[in-house]
């Protein structure tokens, strides 16, 4: 079949003038009467599908009935203005090749209307829903849009190992990585499981963040980002965590806690901005079939200064709210999303960036403040969704970073290469973590996170 193929977003986007043009995709339905079919079609490249004519008796009956929904097709006909309403332009087909059928009786999506717990129970599928469609298009583009802001203004990606050897950061339960034969695991004399037989000839890890490596990179090109999966093998069933989500994380040398704050609000604002721009097909779908309230409250969050508050305020304000939270409120706990939530959305009603936690809560690596009990840590905190970026100003002292980590037991060890960034050379710096699928929750309104992600990975979850 000639011409080439165009893509049904260009064909839409395009003058119905009569020309010959050729398109593939899946059918999403099928309708019509005897003389004439209407078959949408679409082929994942617009929410939107183009509207096949057909008239029936210039085909042959068996090749008609086999088109169901779900069916492939590749169709040449004349691109022309539509003579329905809801849609611009149509093909009044004069070829059909039908690729691959889909058995009615069997084919899981025949059916419109299915929820959202269904449709996690066959994410082999999903995609092919407007939903899914839509989702995965507005992931693809904020991917997008994230090398380019970086890109933009200088940053170097940098790869960071997804196998690492140490749990410097200590950021949450571990996935290990062995060759070894868990039925015959070889012991050391003690009776304790031999690594120098391993792999790696120690004990290795998924990464639960790439920002210890992030770091040596940023001491050194100044500015850096990683955009990478990482791993956490907490057994938290939330629709705001996975076991394995993508994370986005800048590092900056010559960055303080303002800087970091700055660089944090305008990458969101940014990215949110991106969305509204180039996804508004999809952006409004959503908006329409799940969330009335999504375009607002991302225009909202893109046109509005972000709250910058310390924690020992936030404490306060959550233990004068007389608010009824179900997790306790106090100094020196950590927040629930339920109190992250109650300063953003009835407090505040916007974005929040919380700094100044207490260190025992935060990481070793968070710059120490003169207090002796808070460090430079930033949360920020959105809408609907909580914590979308940790970060902090990072600790540049060797002499106050090594006392930390003796404080906390954690094994020189295991960070020797990480303290030379603060032996050799060592400046201010600072950095931060976005998670990837929390920021495309955001953006799309959705509200479980395995439902922004093609394939999650949750506690006892890993079957496509
Ligand atoms: O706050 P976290 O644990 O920070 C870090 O890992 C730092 N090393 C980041 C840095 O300073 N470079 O994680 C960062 C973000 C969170 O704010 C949240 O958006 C997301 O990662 N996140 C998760 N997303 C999905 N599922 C999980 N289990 C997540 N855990 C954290
Ligand atoms: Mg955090």
Same mark, same amino acid.
């Given at each position: 079949?000639?011409?080439?193929?165009?893509?049904?977003?260009?064909?839409?986007? @395009?003058?119905?003038?009569?020309?010959?043009?050729?398109?593939?995709?899946?059918?999403?339905?099928?309708? $019509?009467?005897?003389?004439?079919?209407?078959?949408?079609?679409?082929?994942?490249?617009?929410?939107?599908? #183009?509207?096949?004519?057909?008239?029936?008796?210039?085909?042959?009956?068996?090749?008609?009935?086999? #088109?169901?929904?779900?069916?492939?097709?590749?169709?040449?006909?004349?691109?022309?203005?539509?003579?329905?309403? $809801?849609? $611009?332009? &149509?093909?009044?087909?004069? &070829?059909?090749?039908?690729?691959?059928?889909?058995?009615?009786?069997?084919?899981?999506?025949?059916?419109?209307?299915?929820?959202? &717990?269904?449709?996690r129970?066959?994410a082999?599928?999903?995609?092919?829903?407007?939903?899914?469609?839509?989702?995965?298009?507005?992931?693809?583009?904020?991917?997008?849009?994230?090398?380019?802001?970086?890109?933009?203004?200088?940053?170097?990606?940098?790869?960071t190992p997804l196998i690492t050897g140490s749990d410097a950061e200590g950021a949450g339960a571990m996935f290990q990585v062995t060759?070894?034969?868990?039925?015959?695991?070889? %012991?050391?004399?003690? !009776? %304790?499981?031999?690594?120098?037989?391993?792999?790696?000839? %120690?004990s290795c890890n998924l990464t639960v963040s790439g920002q210890l490596?992030?770091?040596?990179?940023?001491? *050194?090109?100044?500015?850096?980002?990683t955009?990478g999966p990482t791993f956490r093998a907490e057994n938290s069933n939330t629709p705001r965590h996975l076991a394995e989500f993508w994370m986005i994380e800048?590092?900056?040398?010559?960055?303080?806690?303002?800087?970091?704050?700055?660089?944090?609000?305008?990458?969101?604002?940014?990215?949110?901005?991106?969305?509204?721009?180039?996804?508004?097909?999809? #952006?409004?779908?959503?908006?329409?079939?799940?969330?009335? &309230?999504?375009?607002?409250?991302?225009?909202?969050?893109?046109?509005?200064?972000?709250?910058?508050?310390?924690?020992?305020?936030?404490?306060?304000?959550?233990?004068?709210? $007389?608010?009824?939270f179900e997790f306790p409120?106090? /100094?020196g706990l950590d927040l629930q999303s339920e109190h992250e939530r109650?300063?953003?959305?009835?407090?505040?009603?916007?974005?929040?960036?919380l700094?100044?936690y207490p260190k025992e809560i935060k990481a070793f690596y968070m710059?120490?403040?003169?207090? !002796?009990?808070?460090?430079?840590a930033?949360d920020v905190l959105f809408?609907k969704i909580g914590e979308i970026i940790g970060g902090s100003?990072?600790?540049?002292?060797?002499?106050?970073?090594?006392?930390?980590? *003796?404080?906390l037991g954690i094994?020189?060890?295991d960070?020797? /290469?990480?303290?030379?960034?603060?032996?050799?050379? @060592?400046?201010?710096?600072?950095?931060f973590g976005l998670g990837f699928e929390r920021l495309v929750l955001f953006?799309?309104?959705m509200s479980n996170i395995r439902d922004v992600i093609p394939f999650p990975r949750t506690p006892k979850n890993a079957e496509f």
């Amino acid at each position: 079949m000639e011409p080439r193929r165009t893509k049904i977003k260009d064909l839409l986007s @395009s003058a119905g003038d009569g020309r010959s043009v050729l398109c593939k995709g899946w059918v999403r339905t099928k309708r $019509g009467n005897k003389n004439v079919a209407f078959i949408a079609l679409n082929d994942g490249s617009t929410i939107n599908n #183009i509207q096949v004519v057909v008239d029936t008796a210039s085909f042959d009956e068996n090749l008609l009935k086999s #088109i169901t929904t779900g069916s492939s097709l590749a169709v040449r006909g004349a691109l022309v203005v539509s003579q329905g309403s $809801g849609q $611009g332009v &149509e093909i009044q087909a004069s &070829e059909i090749e039908l690729y691959g059928t889909a058995d009615p009786e069997t084919y899981p999506l025949q059916k419109k209307g299915h929820t959202l &717990e269904f449709l996690r129970e066959i994410a082999h599928l999903r995609p092919r829903t407007n939903t899914f469609g839509a989702v995965l298009r507005i992931r693809h583009a904020l991917a997008f849009a994230i090398h380019n802001y970086f890109n933009n203004k200088g940053f170097v990606y940098l790869h960071t190992p997804l196998i690492t050897g140490s749990d410097a950061e200590g950021a949450g339960a571990m996935f290990q990585v062995t060759t070894l034969d868990l039925n015959d695991v070889p %012991k050391t004399q003690e !009776g %304790k499981v031999d690594y120098s037989r391993d792999f790696f000839g %120690k004990s290795c890890n998924l990464t639960v963040s790439g920002q210890l490596e992030g770091e040596l990179g940023a001491t *050194a090109l100044s500015e850096i980002y990683t955009f990478g999966p990482t791993f956490r093998a907490e057994n938290s069933n939330t629709p705001r965590h996975l076991a394995e989500f993508w994370m986005i994380e800048p590092e900056m040398a010559f960055y303080d806690l303002d800087d970091n704050m700055d660089l944090a609000e305008d990458f969101l604002k940014y990215l949110i901005s991106y969305a509204l721009e180039h996804c508004a097909d999809d #952006i409004a779908f959503l908006n329409k079939m799940y969330d009335n &309230e999504l375009i607002d409250r991302l225009r909202f969050v893109v046109d509005n200064d972000f709250v910058r508050l310390d924690y020992t305020e936030g404490i306060k304000i959550l233990m004068e709210s $007389g608010h009824k939270f179900e997790f306790p409120v106090s /100094w020196g706990l950590d927040l629930q999303s339920e109190h992250e939530r109650y300063l953003v959305e009835q407090h505040f009603k916007k974005p929040v960036i919380l700094t100044g936690y207490p260190k025992e809560i935060k990481a070793f690596y968070m710059k120490q403040n003169d207090d !002796g009990k808070t460090v430079r840590a930033m949360d920020v905190l959105f809408p609907k969704i909580g914590e979308i970026i940790g970060g902090s100003q990072r600790e540049e002292s060797l002499e106050k970073l090594s006392a930390r980590i *003796a404080e906390l037991g954690i094994p020189e060890k295991d960070v020797w /290469w990480y303290l030379d960034t603060r032996r050799f050379g @060592s400046v201010p710096h600072s950095g931060f973590g976005l998670g990837f699928e929390r920021l495309v929750l955001f953006v799309t309104g959705m509200s479980n996170i395995r439902d922004v992600i093609p394939f999650p990975r949750t506690p006892k979850n890993a079957e496509f």
